[in-house]
């Protein structure tokens, strides 16, 4: 009766998601933004691995992408504290 309803199913929803946060990825500049697409992004693949019945691969992404994002979180935020010292040192030396 209604064909629109037969495109809603995980596969497509996850390519959906999937885009979204590669696009997300690519287009925002703040790292954080960034890291947020990243979620995104692992959530579609998850829902593509689910979707193709890898069910133990899509196990183990699940278990490991937490632990990506955190990894990458941290990295992020040393970066950004690298990056304020050495405006500080640059600020300091115009001073000078």
Request: charge should be neutral; aromatic fraction near 6%.
């Given at each position: 009766?209604?064909p629109?309803?037969?495109l ?7 390519v ?18 960034k ?5 995104l992004?692992?959530g579609?693949?998850?829902g593509?691995?689910?979707?193709a ?17 955190v ?6 935020i ?17 001073i000078?």
């Open positions: 009766m209604y629109i309803l037969n809603i199913n995980i596969t497509t929803i996850s959906v998601v999937a885009f979204i946060g590669a696009a997300g990825i690519i287009l925002l500049s703040k790292p954080i933004d890291a947020i697409m990243f979620g992004l692992q579609g693949f998850i593509l691995v689910v979707a019945k890898y069910l133990d691969v899509a196990m183990v992404a699940a278990i490991l992408d937490p632990v990506s994002t990894i990458m979180l941290i990295a992020i040393k970066l950004d504290e690298i990056r304020k010292r050495r405006q500080k040192s640059l600020e300091e030396e115009v000078a």
